[in-house]
């Protein structure tokens, strides 16, 4: 089992910045893919960035490119999502997610195999 905690949800406002952090625990971390997903209200879960597992790999939906960026440090079984310039379409609730020693591009919820309780962005104008 792969335990995922989300942390770093809020409200801000437009134009602002937020760090995500999803920490893991419970199974090795290094090996897998990390991908956030998001999920605004009365919506389907959407890709939002990857990275695999060296850290070496990102992929981004084209909506966040230049004001989202994904990083991870293996020695605290930690992903980040640094999300900056922040817009209203942005407000979701936030998930992180793990692909289990994998090593690619994989942005349907489908593909991953553990997932994080979420956490709420709110955007205001």
């Known amino acids: 089992q792969l335990q995922l905690v989300e942390s770093g949800g809020g409200l801000v406002q437009v134009g602002g910045s937020l760090r995500l952090s999803c920490a893991a625990s419970?199974?090795?971390?290094?090996?897998?893919?990390i991908g956030w997903f998001r999920q605004a209200s009365g919506k389907e879960r959407e890709f939002v960035a990857n990275?695999?597992?060296?850290?070496?790999?990102?992929y981004y939906t084209n909506s966040v490119k230049g004001r989202f960026t994904i990083s991870r440090d293996n020695a605290k079984n930690t992903v980040y999502l640094q999300m900056n310039s922040l817009k209203p379409e942005d407000t979701a609730v936030y998930y992180c997610?793990?692909?289990?020693?994998?090593?690619?591009?994989?942005?349907?919820?489908?593909?991953?195999?553990?997932w994080g309780q979420g956490t709420q962005v709110t955007v205001s104008s």
């Open positions: 990275i695999n597992w060296s850290g070496a790999r990102l």
């Open positions: 997610a793990a692909r289990l020693y994998s090593d690619s591009y994989y942005s349907t919820a489908e593909e991953y195999d553990y």
């Open positions: 419970g199974r090795i971390f290094s090996s897998n893919t």
